[in-house]
């Protein structure tokens, strides 16, 4: 079965779970209704059943029917951005596709339509063109119009049916993720399941509808570019914010988002490298259809001809762009970062920030080493002169690296450390300062013009410590203030990984929060009678999504200060055991709780045997999960974690 009679399947079988749903409780009604003929007394048990079916119906329906699509990102005025929406309103009158209600420019790297819909998909309430900033960075004219015109060509589709059969299929979906655990999630997810099957094949449907609509618009060439180029942003977009925007939120800065990602994009060492890696994207694309198969059938449609390509950049669509830019910018980013500054100077300042605070962590380390040698740069290096530099950075290092990969660790973060606090001597004493590179990491400049790299100049004497003499007097000759100190750091706040709730601990129910400095536990409110409840009534399963992410946004630290909570310390745990099975898992830790121990667990009970005390953990039937914390756990516990599969699971 396929094409539009797979559609009118799907959304037969969609219809009729609505029908289905109600005919039940009206055949009840009416069983009723025959039955108080014959029996006052099974009449109005009938009823009754009538009436709990009802109800628990009414609860279902309204479970899945509550999903919505939330606006997001930044709305573009039509009065004030008329050549953004004219250009939308021509490519879908010649694609004879719907208007979108509302045009907006989100963080998002691609340009895509979404839909907030009623009745599962079946009537559409609002319909947004979301463009992402950094396609308007990266994309000109010509090529914005071309993925504009494949996002609106997807609501033509090849019949209205397939149409609207794929928007079921969306709104299914994520009616699905929406869920948490409890009858209603397993009832409908079979039933998504059924649905998924059949409707399916709409997808490739509607994407070939798209390509082709871009085609139509923009001309093969452009269209084939718009698709390999979307492809290389969303490659370059995590990059440029891990390694760009990361530096402005550092310094709680605003940067200018768009051109600096367009300068990323372009700069001649990441152009060739971001071609290259699109290329082998495509290439291995699982997609259905793949992106090749894609490119190869816009290279044989037909077209109306090749226009002449706006080359302009994307971003020249919109009305003064170089203040209207900043304003999306502003309202994209979050709320309390300063005043904008030129990136050259989020760069000096960033690079600045980032050795003070490893100069920082290197007195730390050296004050928890317990050595009897000051924290400036002449003691660091007469402790690796004299054999220390391992035992200097021990306290820094992670507890649950392998054997075998703890010299290693010593080494890169003795270097790491040591050539920082070389460079914020310089920085302090005015001899350097970071540099702005769109081709790599910021480049460290010494007064005269030189370039710096901090490893080459410290690795080798780290790594040999015979060549410390040299080291020393190669950092006089730069000028660097061999005294030159900072204060240590404090404690780094704990990262939160992941979120599991509820779990078994000591007889107690507890949400376990899992960090990259330890384990927190704290007292859950969540009842197996809630948790069920939660999956059948959407405020009570909002509210429990609202509580977890309170929990995700509270500090660890302030967490730790609640009533009942119980942190486990990541240095305090000598191993770990994992048994997973059909039911669950275990987890137990083995734990050093002496006079030194950093763990509190006041309301947890241990065993101890020989000096170790073992702390165990078990997952709940009903729990749930936000984030990822089995991977955070796996990250905490590293080399210390031992996983094991209960025999029962492979029976």
Known sequence: MRGPWR???????????????????IGLVMMAGMTFRHSTTTGLKVLFAAVVVGAVVAIGLRAVLRTRVRERGAPLDSVQQKNLWRLTESIAESTDSPMPDQIRITSEPGIAIREDTALLGLRTRTRYLEIGLPALAALNSAELSAGIARAVGRLTGRSKLTVLAHRALASVRRTVDGLTTGPVKWLFAGYARVFTAIAATTTKD???????????????????????????????????????????????????????????????????????????????????????????????????????????????????????????????LVNDL??????????????????????????????????????????????????????????????????????????????????????????????????????????????????LDPDRLVRPAVADPRLIPGLHRVLVDLGVPLTHSREPAAEPEPTLAGIVSPIQASGSGYDLLVTDRGLLLLPSSATATKRLMAGALARLREAEQEQLGELEATPIEELRGQPGAQWVDSRDVASARLDQDRTGWVLELDLYLDEYAMSTLDELSVTETGGVSTLVLRSSADGVEHGAPYHGLGELMGARMELEEAAAATD
Request: charged share 25%.
């Open 7 to 25: 559609a009118a399947v799907a959304l037969a079988l969609h219809i009729g779970f609505f029908l289905a749903s109600v005919m039940l409780v």
């Open 206 to 332: 509607l994407v070939q509808a798209g390509d082709a609509a871009a085609v139509r618009v923009a001309g093969r060439k452009v269209a084939v570019m718009q698709l390999r180029k979307s492809v290389a942003v969303d490659l370059a977009w995590p990059e440029y914010s891990e390694s760009y925007l990361s530096m402005a939120a550092a310094i709680g800065h605003a940067p200018d988002v768009l051109l600096g990602f367009r300068n990323f994009v372009e700069h001649p060492v990441r152009r060739p490298d971001l071609a290259e890696r699109a290329k082998r994207t495509i290439a291995e694309d699982p997609g259905d259809p793949p992106l090749r198969t894609r490119i190869e059938a816009m290279k044989r449609m037909p077209g109306g001809g090749e226009p002449e390509p706006d080359e302009r950049p994307a971003f020249a669509l919109l009305r003064k762009p170089r203040k209207t830019v900043p304003e999306l910018e502003d309202q994209l």
């Open 338 to 451: 300063q005043q904008r500054l030129p990136w050259p100077e989020i760069a000096r300042q960033a690079g600045a920030a980032q050795v003070a605070e490893q100069a920082a962590r290197l007195s730390a380390a050296v004050a928890q080493s317990g050595l009897p040698i000051e924290p400036s740069i002449a003691g660091v290096l007469a402790a690796i002169h004299r054999g220390q530099g391992r035992e200097l950075v021990n306290p820094v290092l992670n507890p649950g690296l392998h054997p075998s990969l703890i010299d290693q660790a010593a080494e890169d973060t003795l270097t790491e450390l040591l050539g920082a606090a070389a460079v914020d001597a310089l920085i302090c004493a005015r001899r350097a300062h970071h540099e702005l590179d769109w081709g790599g990491p910021s480049v460290v400049r010494l007064a005269n013009g030189r370039p």
